[in-house]
Nanobody
Framework: QVQVVESGGGLVQAGESLRLSCVVS????????MTWYRQAPGKQRELVAT???????NYSDSVKGRFTISRDNRKNVVYLQMNRLKPDDTAVYYC????????WGQGTQVTVSS
């Protein structure tokens, strides 16, 4: 059974940084494309970053140049480094592998104040 546990969120001011972590169990993060999504209040869940073995990571236009997705294969953890945060980045952030039938994790709340 694949499970993820997201952490690292918090309350920060605009312009500051956070690093989110996603501890994965049940699969190897090197074996599947891994993603970060976010869901802001009243909005649909949005794909923000994808990392695929052997390919350049992909980012949504709203975070490109500010966010970086990475993984540590030894620790089986996926990260999302978020720099120059904006109030519009306020959301619950989730990670999950692509192509795997599983429930969403509990997510981690990121709140950016202006």
């Amino acid at each position: 059974q694949v499970q993820v546990v997201e952490s690292g969120g918090g309350l920060v001011q605009a312009g500051e940084s956070l690093r989110l972590s996603c501890v994965v169990s049940g699969i190897q993060v090197s074996a599947k494309p891994m993603t970060w999504y976010r869901q802001a209040p009243g909005k649909q869940r949005e794909l923000v970053a994808t990392i695929i073995v052997g390919e350049t990571p992909n980012y949504s236009d709203s975070v490109k140049g500010r966010f970086t997705i990475s993984r540590d294969n030894r620790k089986n953890v996926v990260y999302l480094q978020m720099n120059r945060l904006k109030p519009d980045d306020t959301a619950v952030y989730y990670c999950r592998p692509l192509g795997v039938l599983m429930s969403w994790g509990q997510g981690t709340q990121v709140t950016v104040s202006s």
